[in-house]
């Protein structure tokens, strides 16, 4: 079955970075568009980036446009996120999601999120 396990998040100092990966397994990871959402305590969950199957694409929230990077090894399956410059507002829960098209129904899957706290 379709499983994603995040990893990476921590307790960082604002100015800093983190690198968060999601190893996906249950599908062919190849062929699917890969996001990064988060959620801040008492706030929904917000979208962050998504980078599609080949990784010739990526799009950013612009909250993270110029500090956060997606990028992806397929060849691992998994997906990255590389955050610079942290700020307190980033503090969340940080989950991989992908969308499947089954037998011709989409399904949404999500990891268990991985906590990132910037804090000083």
């Known amino acids: 079955q379709v499983q994603l396990v995040e990893s990476g998040g921590g307790l960082v100092q604002p100015g800093g970075s983190l690198r968060l990966s999601c190893v996906a397994s249950?599908?062919?990871?190849?062929?699917?568009?890969m996001s990064w959402y988060r959620q801040a305590p008492g706030k929904e969950r917000e979208f962050v980036a998504f980078?599609?199957?080949?990784?010739?694409?990526?799009n950013y929230a612009d909250s993270v446009k110029g500090r956060f990077t997606i990028s992806r090894d397929n060849s691992k399956s998994t997906v990255d996120l590389q955050m610079n410059s942290l700020r307190a507002e980033d503090t969340a829960v940080y989950y991989c999601k992908v969308v499947i098209l089954k037998y011709g129904r989409f399904s949404t899957y999500w990891g268990q999120g991985t906590q990132v706290t910037v804090s000083s």
């Open positions: 980078i599609v199957g080949n990784g010739g694409s990526t």
């Open positions: 249950g599908f062919t990871f190849s062929s699917y568009t």
